[in-house]
């Protein structure tokens, strides 16, 4: 597996991560939020952003988690690498599940995905996350279109 350092995000990691929510490969699945989104964000104290490091310190990728305290079920909100097919999701994924449940209590973790993001709903599953539910209505994604979310979890025990 690819080798990645973990760490949380700092107000100067905003620039990458508007990068990486800019780019085209990204549009159908990923929100772009403002330098304003991302700040409150970083400051709230149930949510945490964190940043994944290469070998050599650069970021290549972040996840965002919301609901993130003591007695709450934390949820997985994006999580974007800055080059796909690369395997630096499944290292960065595998590390974010790692710190959630050595950070918690947390029995789980929980996320939502797009129905027609089939290489996402992979990687959650290779990493022991089950579908819960499918949402009856389709809800705006990105790009403005209607899709379906496929809303996943994976316990704190999962392989």
């Known amino acids: 597996m690819v080798g990645l350092a973990l760490r949380a995000a700092e107000p100067a990691d905003i620039a990458f991560i508007r990068a990486l929510e800019q780019r085209d490969e990204y549009a159908a699945f990923i929100y772009r939020w403002s330098q304003a989104e991302h700040e409150a964000t970083l400051a709230a104290p149930d949510k945490r952003t964190l940043i994944g490091d290469d070998e050599a310190g650069a970021p290549v990728g972040f996840a965002i988690l919301?609901?993130?305290?003591?007695?709450?079920?934390?949820?997985?909100?994006?999580?974007?690498?800055?080059?796909?097919?690369?395997?630096?999701?499944?290292?960065?994924?595998?590390?974010?599940?790692?710190?959630?449940?050595?950070?918690?209590?947390?029995?789980?973790?929980?996320?939502?995905?797009?129905?027609?993001?089939?290489?996402?709903?992979?990687?959650?599953?290779?990493?022991?996350?089950?579908?819960?539910?499918?949402?009856?209505?389709?809800?705006?994604?990105?790009?403005?279109?209607?899709?379906r979310l496929i809303y996943m979890s994976r316990a704190r025990d999962a392989a």
């Open 66 to 147: 919301r609901n993130f305290g003591d007695e709450t079920v934390p949820y997985l909100v994006r999580i974007a690498v800055a080059r796909p097919g690369e395997g630096l999701g499944r290292a960065l994924l595998s590390q974010v599940c790692d710190w959630v449940f050595a950070q918690s209590a947390a029995p789980r973790l929980e996320l939502d995905v797009f129905e027609d993001n089939l290489r996402a709903q992979a990687l959650y599953r290779r990493l022991g996350f089950i579908v819960e539910r499918v949402s009856e209505e389709p809800v705006g994604r990105p790009s403005g279109q209607p899709a």
